[in-house]
């Protein structure tokens, strides 16, 4: 059983940066694939980035790209998801996920098997 805690997300002006944390209880962090999802109000849930297990190899959503870092500290049992240049579009609630089968693809929110319970991030123009 893995718990993910959010949290850095807040209310900013577009071009503005912020950097959300996801805390992850358990030992086998390392193990586990984890990402970041958002979800704007009376919208789906859709992928923004993930980043794998072992090599650590990051995905980006093509909205995101250039502008947003995935990044994690396997000794902190953190995952980190670096935000700059903020758009008023990039204004969701973003889900931290965790997936630990290790043969699923991480862009696909189906595929994982913990959530957080979501941290609100607002970009005012």
């Known amino acids: 059983q893995v718990q993910l805690v959010e949290s850095g997300g807040g209310l900013v002006q577009a071009g503005d940066s912020l950097r959300l944390s996801c805390a992850a209880s358990g030992r086998t962090f390392s193990s586990y694939s984890m990402g970041w999802f958002r979800q704007a109000p009376g919208k789906e849930r859709v992928f923004v980035a993930a980043?794998?297990?072992?090599?650590?190899?990051?995905y980006y959503a093509d909205s995101v790209k250039g502008r947003f870092t995935i990044s994690r500290d396997n000794a902190k049992n953190t995952v980190y998801l670096q935000m700059n240049s903020l758009k008023p579009e990039d204004t969701a609630v973003y889900y931290c996920?965790?997936?630990?089968?290790?043969?699923?693809?991480?862009?696909?929110?189906?595929?994982?098997?913990?959530w957080g319970q979501g941290t609100q991030v607002t970009v005012s123009s």
């Open positions: 980043i794998s297990w072992g090599p650590s190899t990051r």
């Open positions: 996920a965790a997936e630990g089968d290790g043969n699923r693809n991480i862009r696909i929110a189906y595929n994982y098997d913990y």
